[in-house]
Every structure is written in structure tokens, then in C-alpha cells.
């Protein structure tokens, strides 16, 4: 028998799964850290050195990292008031807590879902899009039968051309699901089937029906004959669910029987977790549209949101078109709107939108949506980053910050709160907090490079390169990739790879700005200087035309012996509100723009806005200076 904490409303129980009452609270594994030292010291004084050392080890943070820890934690126990902060000596559990027993059961078998192949006649999108909202079903689901694997690390592989039960053995899944749809007269048919990975046996194999147009009844369909089956799944699939110890890096996946809720796996959130949620409480009854009119309004809101995860510039604004349509057609579409607010937050990062164009959209979409901590979290984060970067208001960032804290890790969240700490400077939190997304979605692509920037930005150099040799083996076509692969090579002397690699992503993206940014980087760094100087010219003549995303030319004219040149690029991208502005000052390539009393101004714009954070939000009681 194994032993729950129970304190206060909240349970918490042997595996780390986390409860008020019988509601799930999403425990981040830093926070999770914290809660497990301050209950195992219940009614002590535990001080923000024990903290840091039993969250971060040896690994050096910011003296910020423990308040910031504790505040995330003070934030996801409210209304109640467990913790009790000590004037500089620390913090302490104030609840009484008690151990119930419980059984230790089996573990939940891990499914690995890849998306279904089409035949002709059929959408190509509806494969991607069927499997990614099974996924996310089984996820949400009351009784939780089984653990659906991280939709990045499975999509990932399944298009690098691996086989489906050599997905599944990758990802040391227990089951693979897998299928093709076809196209009949007034029909879409999908036939499934279900792969044991220990043998490769077929367990299940089954043909679904739907009328065209009414794609989600496939979903449906799809995910009932999935519980079906895996209730009636032989004994010999569960696997011994022993004691499982909780880390700070780590993440618990215990399962303790299919009548209560577990923790929801990394990524994996429905696109509409039920039916009520695509209800906005702004739009009465009157105003719902009829069926005809929703399924079509559904139809586009999943064209848009497969096309705008593309990264091609034509095919992103195709996907912005599909759901500003579906939103028309059916205003409660909630989740349509989060997918907005994504999308052209994703488009200003890469230069394809004005970032006062997007400021725009998000403001107005969030604003369309009542309550939109309640009703639309998972739109906060972007909120945040626009709250961040283009308003430079850090309060309003961290208020949607900390309303969206409860959200697990999901490929696009975490992206935007990897970024806003990135561009805070806040290297060692990003870093820490991919590297813990990393553990449940190894192989997604944006995690790893992106990780390999945050250790450039971070001074760490050799690390840096080390990750980014291993995305290069391990995503060799990635975009990703080849845009941070180019600049790091280039920093470590290896041009030629460098080249390789940006005239690859050009190739791949043609309408990308900073990607010709990063050639030209390339080419200034081996020498060919007119190559790099024709670059920067074809970006300023493109400028007088659109927008174009400029900060990444200043490392280029950095590399060219023009510091001038760099320091206007930097200073067209504060005007402009460049997303990418602050985390190009952290660069360690612009060190020689430092004396530069124009780059000491630039700098000095981030303190002035963290200065305008309350005390409570970062560090009320003084701890920064003890640890």
C-alpha cells in the first residue's frame, strides 16, 4: 500500500497527481519539487536555499527562480491559503496534513496514435487532423484507460518514415493505432487498426463509416471503439506500477484505476475538450447557428488549423482565411479563436505580420471572448506575449501568465513561455523548462533547437553546439533546425556547414526574411562578403515594399565589421516591436556593438519594464539576496 497527502482540499497521491477535491490541478515539475519538500516538512520553516537546491541542484539560477516557484504554486492552491511565507526565512506549510492509503495498481498502457493515411478524394489534412483529435480525447477523457504519447514525438517520426510499430517501439509505446481513409460517393471511411508492439500483432482491426462533411462524427466514432477496446485489452499489457519517485525534472504517469482522473499526458489537448467549451457565454442561444452551419463552420476551423501549422507564408494566410471563416459562420467557436490567436502570434515571430497587426487580432479576439481565463486559457499565453513584446506591459504578461499556468505542456503554450523567458533574459527557466517538456516530447523538433538558442543565448557555448549536432542528426530537414543550426555553426568557425544549412532553409522557405538574414550571416562569417552584403540589400529593398523582419541582419553586420549598420537594424526593430528584439540584445555576437552608447539605451528598455513589476510578483520578501 502506498500513501495520498491530504491537506487542506487537496489530495496528493503517491505518483504525483495532484487534486481539489475530485478536480485534477496540473502540477508543473518545478512546483511539484516545491510541494513535496514543503509537505514533507509540514509546519517547518523550510528556506529558499533548501528550496533551490532540492529544485535546481548545483545548477546555477536567478535569484528570482525560488519566489517565482513559490507564487506559481501559491498561484494553482487559491482560494486557499496553505502557505505561509516567513519574513526572511522562508516558507512553510500551515495545513494539516494526513496519509491515506492506497492500492498500487497497474500501470496505464501507452498508446501511440499516428496519422491515418488518405487516398485520393480525401483531404489530406482530415489523416492529421482525426488522429490528433483522438489523441486528444483520450486524453480529456473522465476515465482514463490509457495514455495517449506526445503528439509532436509521434507525428515527428511517423514523417520521417518510420513505420507505425517502429513509431511505437521508439517511443516504448505499448499499442500503436494506425489506418487509412478512403473517399466513397457520399462517404468517408476510415479502417483502423490496433498493433500490439511487444509482437507485432494485429489486436484489432475495424471499418468506420461517416457521411462526407461530417468529420466529426469520425472522431467520435473512432474514440469509442478505442475505449471499447481497450477495456477488453488481455492482463498481460499492463505493466507493474511500482513507487514512483517525484523530481523536479520529472513527470509522473502512474495510474490509479479508471474511476478517477490521472494526469493528462504532455501535449495533449483537445482542440475543443468538449462540447460546452466551444459555447463562448457571450453568445446566447438566439444567436447559435444551426447544425448545417456548425459542421461547416467546424469543417473550416480544421482546414485553418492544419494549414496554418505549416510554416509556408501563403499557406498560413490560407488557414488565417479558414478560421476567420468559421468564426463568422459560428462566433462560439472558442477554439477557432485560440487557433487565431496562434496563428498570428507564429506569423509575426516569423515576419509574415506586421506585430501591431497581431497585437490587434489577439486583443480583439480575447475580448470576444467572455472571461477569457475561464473560458479560453489556453489563449492567455499568447495574451502574454503580446502583452509582453509589442505593450511591454510585464505586469499584464505575468497576470496571463499565472491564469494560464495550469495548462500542461502543449507544443505551442510552451513555445510561447520558453520565449517570453527567454526575451526576459531569463535563460535558465526557459533552458529548465524545455529540458523538462524534452522528457515527455523528446522528439519534437522545435524543443531541441530551440533549446540549442536558449544555451547560445545563455553564454553556454559548448552545450549549445552539443544540442544543436544532435537535432542536426536526429531533424535533419527540419526548418528549425537549419535557422539556429546556421547561426551556431557560424559562431563556432564551421561556415560551410553553416551555408549549407541556411541556403537549405531558403530553398525550403523562400518568403522567409530572417532565413535570408541568416544566409547572409553565414556568408559574412566565411568571407564572402558581397554575397552577404546582396542579401541585406534585397531585404532593404523588400522593406520599402512590406514588412520585413530585421533583427537578425544585425549579427550579419556584425560579422561584416559594420556596427553602425547593426545597431540601425536593432534600433528599426525596437520602433517595430520585432519579436525577436530582446533576445537578439542577449546574443553574445553583438558584444561588440556594447560600448556603443545607442546599444546601452536598447538595454536599458528591459529593466525599465521589469521595474514596473509589483514586489509581490517577483520577489515580496527578500529572499533574492540570501540565495
Not at 509546519?43 to 537546491?53: A, E
Not at 559562431?491 to 518568403?511: D, I, M, N, P
Not at 537578425?552 to 520602433?575: H, K, M, R
Request: aromatic share 6%; hydrophobic share 40%; net charge negative.
Amino acid at each position: 500500500m502506498e500513501s495520498a497527502i491530504v491537506f487542506a482540499s487537496f489530495r496528493l497521491e503517491p505518483d504525483g497527481s495532484f487534486f481539489r477535491g475530485e478536480t485534477f490541478i496540473h502540477l508543473p515539475p518545478r512546483e511539484l519539487g516545491a510541494l513535496r519538500l514543503l509537505v514533507a516538512n509540514a509546519g517547518q520553516i523550510v528556506t529558499p536555499s533548501q528550496i533551490k537546491q532540492a529544485l535546481w541542484g548545483d545548477v546555477h539560477v536567478t535569484a528570482e527562480s525560488v519566489p517565482r516557484c513559490l507564487s506559481s504554486l501559491r498561484a494553482r492552491l487559491e482560494p486557499d491559503d496553505c502557505i505561509q511565507t516567513v519574513y526572511k526565512r522562508g516558507y512553510r506549510l500551515v495545513a494539516e496534513v494526513q496519509r491515506q492509503s492506497v492500492p498500487v495498481s497497474s500501470a496505464t498502457p501507452r498508446l501511440a496514435i499516428v496519422p491515418f493515411a488518405t487516398d485520393t478524394g480525401v483531404p489530406k489534412h482530415l489523416g492529421t487532423m482525426i488522429a490528433e483529435e483522438a489523441i486528444a480525447r483520450l486524453s480529456n477523457a473522465p476515465r482514463q484507460l490509457v495514455a495517449p504519447l506526445a503528439r509532436d514525438s509521434v507525428f515527428t517520426l511517423s514523417s520521417s518514415g518510420l513505420t507505425a510499430l517502429q513509431v511505437g517501439q521508439t517511443l516504448k509505446a505499448d499499442l500503436v493505432v494506425t489506418g487509412t481513409l478512403r473517399g466513397l460517393l457520399a462517404h468517408i471511411r476510415l479502417r483502423v487498426e490496433m498493433i500490439r508492439i511487444s509482437d507485432g500483432v494485429q489486436m484489432w482491426v475495424e471499418d468506420l463509416l461517416v457521411e462526407r462533411g461530417k468529420s466529426a462524427g469520425l472522431e467520435e466514432e473512432l474514440v469509442a471503439r478505442l475505449e471499447t477496446r481497450i477495456q477488453s485489452l488481455p492482463l498481460e499489457l499492463s505493466r507493474k506500477h511500482g513507487q514512483h519517485s517525484a523530481t523536479a525534472g520529472g513527470h509522473e504517469q502512474g495510474y490509479r484505476g479508471p474511476e478517477r482522473r490521472r494526469h493528462r499526458p504532455a501535449g495533449q489537448q483537445s482542440l475543443h475538450e468538449s462540447t460546452d467549451e466551444l459555447l463562448s457565454l457571450s453568445a446566447s442561444a438566439e444567436d447559435a447557428p444551426d447544425p448545417r452551419t456548425r459542421s461547416e463552420a467546424y469543417g473550416a476551423f480544421l482546414r485553418g488549423h492544419h494549414e496554418w501549422q505549416t510554416f509556408e507564408r501563403h499557406r498560413m494566410q490560407d488557414g488565417l482565411q479558414h478560421l476567420t471563416h468559421a468564426i463568422e459562420l459560428d462566433p462560439s467557436l472558442v477554439a477557432a479563436k485560440v487557433d487565431l490567436a496562434h496563428l498570428v502570434v507564429t506569423q509575426s515571430m516569423l515576419g509574415f505580420m506586421v506585430p501591431s497587426v497581431a497585437a490587434e487580432i489577439v486583443h480583439r479576439t480575447a475580448a470576444s471572448v467572455s472571461d477569457t481565463a475561464r473560458n479560453a486559457p489556453k489563449m492567455l499565453p499568447c495574451l502574454a506575449w503580446i502583452n509582453f513584446h509589442f505593450d511591454r506591459n510585464i505586469p499584464a504578461a505575468l497576470w496571463a501568465l499565472k491564469h494560464s499556468a495550469h495548462l500542461p505542456h502543449d507544443p505551442w503554450i510552451t513555445r510561447l513561455r520558453a520565449m517570453i523567458d527567454m526575451s526576459r533574459h531569463r535563460f535558465a527557466e526557459a533552458i529548465a523548462l524545455m529540458r523538462s517538456a524534452i522528457e515527455l516530447d523528446p522528439f519534437s523538433p522545435w524543443l531541441n533547437s530551440r533549446l540549442a538558442w536558449a544555451l547560445h543565448l545563455d553564454g553556454q557555448s559548448a552545450e549549445s553546439l552539443n544540442q544543436m549536432e544532435q537535432c542536426i542528426r536526429h531533424f535533419p530537414s527540419d526548418e528549425g533546425t537549419a535557422f539556429y543550426g546556421s547561426q551556431l555553426l557560424a559562431c563556432h568557425g564551421e561556415t560551410a556547414r553553416a551555408v549549407g544549412l541556411a541556403e537549405h532553409l531558403t530553398h525550403r522557405l523562400s518568403s522567409f526574411d530572417p532565413g535570408t538574414s541568416v544566409l547572409a550571416n553565414a556568408l559574412a562569417c566565411a568571407g564572402r562578403r558581397d554575397e552577404a552584403l546582396s542579401m541585406l540589400e534585397r531585404l532593404h529593398w523588400l522593406g520599402r515594399e512590406r514588412f520585413v523582419l530585421g533583427s537578425f541582419n544585425a549579427a550579419a553586420y556584425v560579422a561584416l565589421g559594420a556596427p553602425d549598420a547593426a545597431l540601425a537594424e536593432l534600433q528599426a526593430s525596437d520602433s517595430t516591436r520585432c519579436p525577436w528584439f530582446f533576445q537578439i540584445l542577449a546574443d553574445p555576437r553583438m558584444k561588440p556593438l556594447h560600448d556603443l552608447p545607442g546599444f546601452q539605451e536598447l538595454q536599458a528598455i528591459l529593466p525599465r519594464m521589469e521595474a514596473a513589476v509589483p514586489a509581490e510578483s517577483g520577489d515580496p520578501d527578500g529572499f533574492a539576496a540570501n540565495i
